[in-house]
């Protein structure tokens, strides 16, 4: 807090900060999913590769997931070397696939379809949990921010004696993205995954200065 009595041109105020948080369940899963095969040569490990991930992306539009919402990210394939890093002994083939769930319920089920659909060549490599829209939480913490700053400059002027004049000047001093809080918990096979949701929240700070006489 900062305070000025003014005199001669300068107009007498009090400036703070406030801050406000906003809080609310995620609404879409992020899901990094991918396949990784191996084969003594390269079209063989390519095709096996290509044809789980396929099988993937079907897993994922069984359970209601729009194309839109399914994207590759990642394909390629490498050489494996012996324990001497001399000898090539075969190649492992990767693709990844990016799969936005709009319903966290599903999470579970789905990555137990695709255990089925790509057996042991299945990673997962996040599990994210957002908002879809974050703009009405946004809206919400800087709503509870500026409250905060209007509490705190009232009883400063209060206990100064002081009655708050127009708004002077306001500014975000800082904004908080979008913070989630959740657990997951993997049991021994997929079918087992369980999701907490948690709350994803949204933090706002802002510094006001108000005139006062």
């Not at 839109?68 to 190649?91: F, I, K, N, Q, S």
């Amino acid at each position: 807090m900062t305070g000025h009595s003014g005199s001669g041109g300068d107009v007498a105020h009090v400036e703070v900060t406030g801050s406000g948080t906003a809080s609310a369940a995620p609404d879409v899963v992020r899901v990094r999913a991918g396949v990784q095969c191996e084969a003594d040569d390269v079209s063989s490990a390519l095709a096996d590769a290509g044809s789980r991930a396929q099988a993937l992306a079907q897993a994922a539009r069984d359970h209601g997931v729009a194309d839109a919402d399914l994207r590759t990210t990642g394909t390629g394939v490498h050489p494996r070397h012996d324990r001497e890093g001399v000898t090539v002994v075969g190649y492992t083939a990767y693709q990844s696939l990016s799969v936005t769930v709009r319903d966290p319920a599903l999470v579970g089920s789905l990555v137990e379809a695709f255990s089925g659909a790509a057996g042991n060549a299945l990673t997962i490599d996040h599990i994210g949990l957002e908002l879809a829209d974050s703009a009405p939480l946004l809206t919400q913490a800087r709503e509870a921010a500026f409250a905060d700053a209007l509490g705190k400059a009232q009883q400063y002027a209060a206990l100064a004696g002081r009655t708050l004049g127009k708004v002077a000047r306001l500014s975000d001093v800082e904004r908080g993205g979008t913070q989630p809080r959740f657990a997951m918990m993997a049991a021994g096979k997929a079918a087992d995954l369980s999701v907490e949701l948690g709350e994803n929240s949204v933090t706002a700070t802002v510094a006001v200065r108000w005139e006062w006489t």
